[in-house]
């Protein structure tokens, strides 16, 4: 008697993954076209600036509506795509490999054309790139030391503080503006080449870790690469944070393939970038270590990676001759809030009250800051003394959480920092997904309403294309969580509801 045959497993391309890619296409085609209006132009982008459709998207009334409409509905056409991209995949077998790798490139490859979306860290960039040109300090001298910081398009709130970002980015920033001798445009271009460079590492390396921790690599990269929030804040806002992140995932990997010389090397370049994965080192040294390792070898393998890593670092402030500065600087960032960061409203509570009261309210909101950045140390290090090792990465996850958390000040970009980590050991397909999916959709709606770049002397106030970009992008939430038949199983269904909405 023969065994009967068993049942297919079905892996991939579930209703037809092609019609999903394409509307993200459409989706970040209309960001483009959006970003011509109301994306940020230098003043010193005199050849941009005397295109007619440019012109009109930019200068009249009914252009600018249109760049805000298209840009809004674009950004949340894309939240959806990428959505059903995710059921149109289930089972995530090898050949869904390709296919993400398709969404992405075919989602990243319009905003690698936009104007700078939704943050203006590109012209700091170019400022601070001209700060290193002549000759000063970045980590003591702002920007605004720079005579024409302001037709470059820098942000003048940033523009006397001292940069916080490492030296390896310095030089990169200083490169570039050698190169381009300062002209924005060209400048921004190779910003996101490089930005592009810390996206394909991302790309390399997150189902490299997945696959160590016995996670699918497939979901692990549409969690992380395809996600809009990795896309917009790594390709079309063109932050650094991509070449940080790239670099500290590659220096993990190496890390836990045991080649402990090399993952030190990349972290140390990651630090360079941006300081803040410096919470990357006692997690390296615990996996040089060993499983098992007692307390005596724990504090060994801390010093040792610490010593190289600070030693890397010293002597890259002997080169460029400003040693440490880096550290001083880190606090810039932390010198704002923001209402939906808890420690932020906490904050904004209190200083309400005690101005209320007749007292300085916002000094106690500074304390309020010192307290939460104090608590998110805690939690870092009892997620470095305590815990499995067998689930270092998921403590790397946790305590790089909680310094994002507990801080006055969350930005989308800093969410995407966790979202790879998170992944890569493992988000579940309930409550933990859907954290996920309300984040994105709800960072991208702040995102599009947040920074635009409206010409002051037309009939549109600020205000007002903020107030229509929000508009649109809550309406279309709601329809995603709410009406949408497709999609809102994501947010409040079961699994087996979530698997129904695939068949129809």
């Known amino acids: 008697m023969t065994a009967p045959a068993p049942a297919p497993v ?16 459409v989706g970040s085609m209309l960001m483009l076209v959006g970003s011509f209006g109301v994306g940020w132009l230098s003043l010193a982008s005199r050849e941009l600036r005397q295109v007619p459709a440019i012109i009109w998207l930019r200068f009249e009334p009914v252009g600018a509506v249109l760049s805000v409409l298209l840009l809004a509905v674009g950004g949340m056409l894309l939240v959806r795509a990428w959505l059903r991209l995710g059921q149109r995949l289930q089972g995530w077998g090898p050949e869904t490999r390709r296919t993400i790798l398709t969404a992405t490139l075919a989602w990243a490859a319009p905003m690698c054309l936009a104007l700078p979306l939704f943050s203006r860290d590109v012209f700091a960039y ?33 523009a006397q503080s ?5 030296p390896i980015f310095l030089w990169l920033e200083e490169l570039v503006v050698r190169i381009t001798g300062g002209q924005p445009d060209l400048s921004i271009l190779l910003f996101r080449l490089l930005a592009l460079l810390g996206v394909a590492m991302c790309i390399y390396y997150v189902p490299r ?13 549409w969690l992380t690469v395809a996600n809009p929030l990795f896309l917009t804040n790594f390709v079309a806002s063109i932050h650094n944070d991509s070449l940080m992140l790239g670099l500290a995932l590659a220096g993990l990997y190496y890390a836990a393939r045991g080649r402990f010389l090399p993952a030190i090397l990349l972290v140390t370049l990651s630090i360079g970038i941006k300081p803040i994965t410096l919470i990357f080192l006692p997690f390296i040294g615990l996996m040089w270590a060993g499983r098992g390792a007692g307390w005596p070898r724990k504090f060994l393998y801390w010093s040792l990676t610490a010593g190289l890593s600070l030693g890397i ?12 500065g880096w550290v001083g600087a880190l606090s810039t960032p932390g010198s704002v809030w923001i209402w939906y960061a808890p420690i932020g409203f906490l904050g904004m509570f209190v200083a309400v009250t005690g101005d209320a009261l007749g007292f300085d309210g916002w000094a106690w909101a500074d ?25 270092l990465v998921r403590r790397l996850a946790l305590a790089l959480a909680a310094v994002v958390l507990l801080a006055p000040m969350i930005q989308s970009w800093y969410v995407v920092w966790l979202i790879p980590l ?12 859907k954290i996920l999916y309300f984040a994105v959709s709800f960072f991208m709606i702040y995102a599009i309403s947040d920074q635009l770049d409206i010409f002051p002397y037309i009939e ?18 709601t329809y995603l969580v709410l009406l949408d038949p497709r999609t809102k199983t994501l947010f409040r269904g079961s699994g087996a509801s979530a698997g129904a909405a695939l068949s129809r």
């Open 209 to 221: 870790l997945a696959e160590l921790h016995n996670v699918n690599p497939n979901r692990a990269l």
């Open 367 to 391: 304390i309020v800051h010192s307290i939460g950045t104090l608590i998110s140390l805690v939690f870092v290090a009892w997620f470095v003394l305590k815990g499995d090792h067998a689930h």
């Open 422 to 433: 998170f992944a890569v050991t493992g988000i579940r397909d309930d409550w933990q997904v």
């Open 126 to 158: 170019i400022a601070q790139g001209q700060v290193m040109v002549a000759g000063l300090n970045p980590y003591e001298d702002g920007y605004s030391q720079i005579s024409n910081y302001l037709q470059i398009g820098a942000d003048d709130l940033w």
């Open 162 to 166: 001292p940069t916080p970002y490492g």
């Open 10 to 25: 079905v892996t991939a391309h579930i209703g037809r993954p092609r019609i999903a890619i394409i509307q993200g296409f």
């Open 460 to 477: 549109l106030s600020l205000h007002t294309a903020r107030q229509i970009a929000a508009a649109i992008g809550v309406a279309f939430a």
């Open 313 to 324: 670092l010293w002597i890259l402030g002997i080169l460029n001759g400003f040693g440490f």
